[in-house]
């Protein structure tokens, strides 16, 4: 066979949703918005930096010149990589089309996996999730699936860290009340680490906030953007807008509104710290007129995030994904086509670090049933946008020469192998294989019980509740962290 000359093609499938072009148009109409309308800021320290750096400042209203966002997206850092806490190796390269998959956090619901009530999130529910999470192959960071309900509502963050310190070795995404919570779970973290600069050099977590739309960073979410900075910890910033409501009804709108909201939180990111790792962020949905709900199950959101998407590799900036979620309240039909769809559509648009798996109820009610589950469709996602490779060697042409007709092939795997270059081993990012998915035929899954998808998902939840261990933390460094949830509550300022 002769060498191709100047051959070029997609060796994975892709999509796009948006031109270059299209992608310019939005982010210089965001530049516009941040100019002509402004942000509000309600930080004295966040305003002073601003104002420093160059912004005009009027009371908290913010005005931020478009020299400031082109130097900010000059400056800031391009890839982020997040470490594995036990060891300290990089076990996620957020860059390019890399695409990474976790949980969301902060639901006040949870769905007992045993007696399948409905039923307050807790200190004991959030360990099971984070169990869970660390067990599925699939799944590559967490974050605390739950809001502990049974420990004082001001110190719950420190109590959902420890649970996730404590059961997980995979990044964090870490969210915290206000910054006596960023100060603790910092700590925290040090500690696990080895101190502030193995966790500045090796970082696992980082540090989740959220702006309120249109157009206001509150206090703490602005001492979390500076805290990021000084502390070296990459910051996401992740604005959540409901077409229609919070932003304009034309996803055109949204786009605008939301860039600007990112490209605000970017600025301040960089006037407080040059070079920081900055990971822009946004859940995009619809208000649902017939419910008022916040819709995770839209395709309308699916869409938009393929827009940010597509905008966020147009700046280079690493992309904060929405996906493996559902409106149902239940792992039904419903729930698996809305979290399927999602999955798929985030794997082909190729954000960075992709959360909320395992929402149920629009966001306000975990299921571990549904993790499994989407274990499984990240796995087949993840085998659709691998690609083939079409090279001399996987035509497989001398092999047909040899195989006659009614002859058989030979599985890939098996075959002998020239030496160890020609070898492809396993990827599992690359080769689904599953032992949850169900392909028997009739008589074969109904001597096996006959149990449903969501039957099996359950029953593996339930096995990686009671035997599942996740990789140990020494005994002292479970005893810093408890001491600092144990004096958390002596931190809280009295009324």
């Excluded at 007696?115 to 984070?130: P, V, Y």
């Excluded at 990111?269 to 199950?297: H, K, N, P, R, W």
């Excluded at 070898?423 to 949850?436: Q, W």
Aim: glycine share 8%.
């Amino acid at each position: 066979m002769k060498n191709r000359v100047n051959y070029k093609a997609n060796q994975t499938p892709t999509m796009k949703v948006l031109t270059d072009s299209q992608c310019l148009e939005i982010v210089l109409a965001a530049e516009e918005v941040l100019f002509r309308t402004g942000m509000e800021f309600h930080d004295p320290q966040a305003l002073e930096i601003l104002k420093k750096h160059g912004c005009l400042v009027d009371g908290i209203r913010v005005r931020i010149p478009p020299f400031l966002v082109e130097r900010a997206l000059r400056s800031c850092q391009k890839h982020v990589v997040l470490c594995n806490s036990r060891t300290g190796k990089p076990a996620m390269f957020l860059e390019n089309n890399n695409s990474y998959f976790g949980s969301g956090s902060g639901t006040p619901f949870f769905r007992e996996p045993y007696t399948g009530e409905r039923i307050r999130s807790t200190n004991k529910s959030i360990g099971w999730a984070t169990k869970v999470l660390d067990a599925m192959p699939n799944i590559d960071f967490c974050m605390s699936l739950g809001l502990v309900q049974d420990v004082p509502l001001l110190v719950s963050d420190r109590w959902e860290f420890e649970q996730q310190l404590l059961n997980t070795s995979k990044p964090i995404v870490n969210v915290v009340t206000d910054e006596w919570g960023q100060a603790d779970c910092l700590a925290m973290a040090e500690a696990v680490a080895g101190g502030p600069e193995e966790l500045r050099k090796h970082p696992f977590i980082t540090l989740y906030l959220e702006p309120v739309s249109p157009g206001i960073v509150g206090t703490e979410s602005c001492q979390k953007v500076i805290t990021g900075a000084e502390k070296g910890i990459p910051t996401i910033f992740t604005p959540c807008i409901m077409a229609g409501a919070t932003a304009p009804a034309t996803i055109a709108g949204v786009l605008v509104q939301g860039i600007a909201e990112s490209l605000s939180g970017l600025v301040l990111s960089q006037c407080a710290g040059e070079g920081a790792a900055y990971i822009m962020g946004g859940v995009y949905t619809i208000l649902d007129m017939g419910s008022t709900i916040f819709s995770y199950g839209a395709p309308e959101k699916d869409l938009m995030l393929a827009c940010l998407t597509d905008i966020g590799h147009y700046l280079r900036l690493p992309i904060f994904g929405t996906n493996g979620c559902t409106d149902s309240s239940m792992v039904d039909e419903q729930a698996g086509v809305e979290a399927a769809l999602s999955i798929t559509m985030t794997s082909l648009s190729g954000p960075n670090l992709n959360h909320d798996i395992g929402y149920c109820e629009y966001g306000t009610t975990s299921n571990l049933d549904l993790v499994v589950v989407c274990n499984e469709v990240v796995g087949m996602a993840r085998r659709l946008t691998s690609g083939i490779p079409v090279n001399q060697k996987t035509l497989c042409l001398d092999e047909i020469e040899n195989v006659p007709p009614k002859g058989r092939f030979k599985n890939i795997w098996e075959a002998e192998w020239d030496d160890d270059q020609d070898y492809i081993p396993k990827d599992i990012h690359a080769n689904f294989e599953s032992d949850l998915i169900s392909r028997a035929a009739f008589d074969l899954w109904n001597s096996n019980g006959g149990k449903t998808l969501t039957e099996r998902a359950n029953e593996r939840v339930r096995d990686i509740i009671e035997n599942y261990e996740a990789d140990q933390l020494s005994k002292d460094v479970k005893a810093k962290i408890r001491s600092i949830v144990e004096n958390a509550e002596g931190k809280i300022p009295k009324a």
